[in-house]
């Protein structure tokens, strides 16, 4: 969950800046506490939180005027999530996945739309998955430390960072044609706040302050990616948020848009790194 959005900000939106705090005070100690438990309990809010962004997915595909299967989008969630605790293999789901939303659009057969509907929903599938990562990270046998909070706290580092230098000092558009409001200053604020509390609290894995830095490099640069793909799919569908459960936020993955890519990366990361 993003605490605040790397961008510039005016005086008049102080109200907005007060909804997303007050989410904020409830939502994280919510998905830290469950974190630090486990089992069943971020289970089912990694599952709710993919189905709440599945839903507002399909929300931003109907916009552009495809119609894919809702039983194909959701059921591809759940498909996912049976693969990721282990009761079915990746090449059985995959196969799965694909044939099963090809047969759902060709039963719904709209001209030019077969193609496109099955398409959408496969991705669609695939990119609020990404959830799952956070239940991998937890997963993982770390010395001291939690690779999902890793992944937040960074993500987290990456956003404040870039928010308040942007918000300070931001002159210059990262991506003009996406986010106008996002400047290179910021980015680079996220960057280096990012390598800073990677290489601090890379020492809950007896990392050196060098290996952290580089991961926190690595995870801010998908953080910042994650983000700006979700604002390309926003604006491609012409809508400020993807939805409005998170009172000041927006929808589920306008917050989570960071995570989505962060998790798969570190989980990646952390693999490679293994013995470095």
């Not at 993919?50 to 916009?63: D, N, P, Q």
């Not at 990119?127 to 890793?150: I, T």
Request: net charge positive; hydrophobic share 50%; aromatic share 12%.
């Amino acid at each position: 969950m993003k605490i605040t959005g790397a961008e510039h900000v005016d005086s008049g939106k102080s109200k907005d800046f007060v909804r997303r705090f007050t989410t904020a005070l409830w939502g994280i100690p919510v998905l830290v506490a469950a974190i630090i438990y486990g089992s069943w309990p971020l289970n089912l809010l990694v599952l709710a939180l993919a189905g709440i962004a599945c839903w507002e997915y399909r929300g931003l595909v109907i916009r552009k005027g495809g119609d894919p299967s809702t039983l194909g989008l959701f059921g591809g969630v759940l498909l996912l999530f049976l693969a990721q605790q282990g009761y079915l293999s990746l090449q059985f789901t995959f196969a799965l996945l694909t044939i099963g939303n090809l047969i759902l659009a060709a039963g719904r057969y709209k001209k030019g739309s077969v193609l496109t509907n099955a398409a959408f929903a496969i991705l669609g599938a695939l990119y609020v998955s990404f959830f799952y990562y956070l239940l991998s990270l937890r997963q993982l046998p770390a010395y001291r430390g939690n690779y999902a909070l890793y992944a937040l706290f960074l993500t987290w580092a990456t956003d404040i960072s870039a928010y308040f230098i942007g918000v300070t000092w931001g002159r210059t558009p990262l991506v003009q044609a996406i986010s106008p409001k996002k400047s290179r200053e910021g980015a680079l604020a996220g960057l280096l706040g990012c390598a800073l509390v990677g290489a601090l609290l890379g020492t809950w894995f007896q990392w050196s302050l060098l290996k952290g830095a580089f991961v926190g490099l690595v995870v801010s640069v998908a953080a910042q990616a994650g983000d700006l793909c979700e604002s390309a799919l926003k604006r491609d569908a012409g809508v400020k948020d993807t939805g409005q459960i998170l009172p000041g936020h927006g929808g589920i993955l306008d917050r989570f848009d960071s995570i989505l890519f962060v998790a798969p990366v570190l989980y990646f990361v952390v693999q490679l790194l293994k013995g470095v």
